[in-house]
């Protein structure tokens, strides 16, 4: 059974650094072929991709992002963790990690609960 | 950045009638297409990857088409359960955009 669960501060101050782990199980991201990406979803708007990092460590950003965010794993822990400096109120979102695997790995088939972030003083 | 731009924003209708909701590319994305469902509250469910194909579970209700810029994705006859919120998102490169969303809500 495959899960994901994100944690991190539910609040944080602006220009602080904003720090998200995915924890998940049923999988390993040792396997050829799996990612995992973190995506937000503003409340009441749109889902926007953040970041990827796959099975082999290649780390893929939005390019809109890309200066703020950093991505890493630890598979010893089936861990993904997301920090994202420099936070700011447009920020505040519910911040979802999810799966993707295969040929096509794109797309994601398994997703957190999400965890709700805001950023106010 | 490729920009998918969803039509209409919302769409109402009944129980048992026939949702067409459609999904335009700025640019080609050949058939890197997929449909998600959300639910209020909850993630974001797939339900069509590579334009036609239904994910793991998902109805046959549901339905995908489309290539290169233009894509659709058909409910038959909708269930009380199909009312939510629909996006599409790209995988045509690594740079994943989302639609804006079509809320599909009861007439």
């Known amino acids: 059974q495959v899960t994901l669960k994100e944690s991190g501060p539910a609040l944080v101050k602006p220009t602080q650094t904003l720090t998200l782990t995915c924890t998940f199980s049923?999988?390993?991201?040792?396997?050829?072929?799996?990612?995992v990406s973190w995506i937000r979803q503003p409340p009441g708007k749109a889902l926007e991709w953040l970041a990827r990092i796959d099975w082999d460590d290649d780390k893929f950003y939005s390019t809109s992002l890309k200066t703020r965010l950093t991505i890493s794993k630890d598979t010893s822990k089936n861990q993904v963790v997301l920090t994202m400096t420099n936070m700011d109120p447009v920020d505040t979102a519910t911040y979802y990690c999810?799966?993707?695997?295969?040929?096509?790995?794109?797309?994601?088939?398994?997703w957190g609960q999400g965890t709700l972030v805001t950023v106010s003083s | 950045e490729i920009v998918l731009t969803q039509s209409p924003a919302t769409l109402s209708l009944s129980p048992g009638e026939r949702a067409t909701l459609s999904c335009r590319a700025s640019q080609s994305v050949s058939t890197y297409l997929a449909w998600y469902q959300q639910k209020p509250g909850q993630a974001p469910r797939l339900l069509i990857y590579?334009?036609?194909n239904r994910a793991t579970g998902i109805p046959a209700r549901f339905s995908g088409s489309g290539s290169g810029t233009d894509f659709t994705l058909t409910i038959s006859s909708l269930e009380p359960e199909d009312f939510a919120v629909y996006y599409c998102?790209?995988?045509?490169?690594?740079?994943?955009?989302f639609g804006q969303g079509t809320k599909l809500e009861i007439k």
């Open positions: 998102q790209q995988r045509r490169n690594w740079m994943y955009t």
């Open positions: 999810a799966r993707s695997y295969g040929a096509s790995g794109g797309y994601f088939d398994y």
């Open positions: 590579d334009a036609s």
């Open positions: 049923g999988f390993s991201l040792n396997t050829t072929a799996m990612r």
